[in-house]
């Protein structure tokens, strides 16, 4: 019963605020997959005319057994980046080994669908090969290692892949960088090392840096983005190829970062000619049983805020989210609560906080 009526409530503000917005995207009425008529508005047709990015990370389980899935994935977004079939443990699982067959399928959906490809990612502390963790590895060694292995990834896919998250999350918590495999055995250089490799296997993508945890972001001015800023405008002013920045947004309903101080730090970031995409947002609830009406609003004005700020800054040219069904969230696997942080619930019905976003990108003058 109370299931009931949560989800009546649901429809009712989802109603309500499509209103707003013309159309609702997905059927809601019906379970049964069902294409989005190409007609039909959806955040995709909305960002499209603004010549905007709107990005879902995609899962390979779901992209190959559940047609919903692929159907809202292509009606509703521009842009696409596997969650996990391009990190390095997928593609070289044991050494000089390669294996694109998950990377591939989503690549070649991506075309299909005439969406933009994003690679992610091709040098991070985490998703390593076994192999890799459990060798005792001299310098030259690992220099040519990550070098093969970028080079071979990059030029795979040259021109199929608009950009490359190419090294992630190399700042840690305290906002040093990061103790790895790579800082340790090669030094800091490996970065920058990392963008010339990959520049040189295909030199019309788009290199990007993707950073975690913007906590302390703009007002609050922590240190981490001070370190972030720090770090591109140094690889910058060597002539690194970089070409953008990704700011993660996995965040809860109390640690997201103000319309504000948000846009503040994307303005900073701008100064230093890169483009920037807000990546990786997911939004997440505690809450017992279902959440609350009050938590789906509080979810949906946090994302309002978030694309909001990056509309309002016209380097910021995309913005994304970490899956896009509740249905299928690393939130549940990883942190072992549902959180239901997404845009669409499990039944792939809009929540509030699509309506918001819809609405944001619909009235965005750019
Ligand atoms: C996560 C995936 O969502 C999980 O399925 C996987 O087990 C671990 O990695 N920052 C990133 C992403 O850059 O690649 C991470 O993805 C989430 C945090």
């Known amino acids: 019963m109370k299931r009931l009526i949560s989800f009546l ?19 809601l009425s019906n379970s049964t997959p069902t294409a989005v008529p190409e007609n039909q508005v959806t955040l ?12 879902a990370a995609v899962a390979l389980g779901p992209l190959r057994r559940d047609r919903t899935y692929s159907q809202v994935l292509a009606g509703e977004f521009n842009q696409i980046m596997p969650e996990n079939a391009m990190k390095f443990q997928a593609l070289q699982p044991e050494r000089d080994r390669f294996n694109f067959k998950g990377a591939d399928d989503i690549v070649d959906f991506a075309n299909e669908h005439n969406m933009k490809m994003f690679g992610h990612t091709l040098v991070w502390q985490r998703g390593l090969a076994d192999w890799l963790k459990a060798g005792d590895w001299t310098r030259e060694e690992l220099i040519e290692i990550l070098r093969n292995h970028i080079q071979t990834v990059v030029s795979r896919y040259r021109g199929r892949i608009y950009a490359w998250d190419v090294v992630n999350e190399a700042l840690d918590t305290d906002s040093s960088l990061r103790e790895l495999i790579w800082s340790r055995g090669i030094g800091p250089e490996y970065i920058e090392l990392s963008y010339r490799w990959a520049h040189e296997a295909d030199p019309n993508a788009k290199l990007f840096y993707n950073e975690y945890d913007p906590g302390g972001w703009g007002a609050q001015s922590g240190q981490k983005v001070d370190a972030l800023y720090r770090l591109v405008a140094d690889l ?6 970089l070409d953008g920045v990704g700011l993660q947004m996995h965040l809860r309903l109390d640690d997201a970062p103000t319309y504000e101080g948000l846009k503040q730090s994307l303005e900073r970031l ?32 946090i994302y309002k805020d978030l694309i909001q700020a990056c509309l309002d800054v016209p380097k910021c040219t995309g913005f994304w989210f970490w899956g896009f069904t509740d249905r299928y969230t690393w939130v549940s696997s990883f942190m072992g609560q549902s959180g239901a942080p997404l845009i669409f619930d499990q039944y792939y019905r809009p929540k509030p906080a699509y309506d918001a976003i819809a609405q944001a990108i619909q009235a965005a003058t750019r």
């Not at 000619?273 to 009050?294: A, C, H, K, N």
């Open 9 to 27: 409530l649901l429809l009712f503000l989802s109603a309500c605020t499509i209103a707003v917005v013309e159309t609702p995207s997905v059927n």
């Open 44 to 55: 995709r047709s909305l960002a499209d005319r603004k010549d905007f990015g709107i990005g």
């Open 236 to 241: 910058k002013e060597r002539n690194v190829p």
């Open 270 to 301: 701008a100064e230093l000619d890169l483009q920037i995409q807000i990546t990786e947002t997911d939004v997440r609830m505690g809450y017992q049983g279902e959440p609350s009406p009050e938590q789906l609003q509080q979810q949906a004005s």
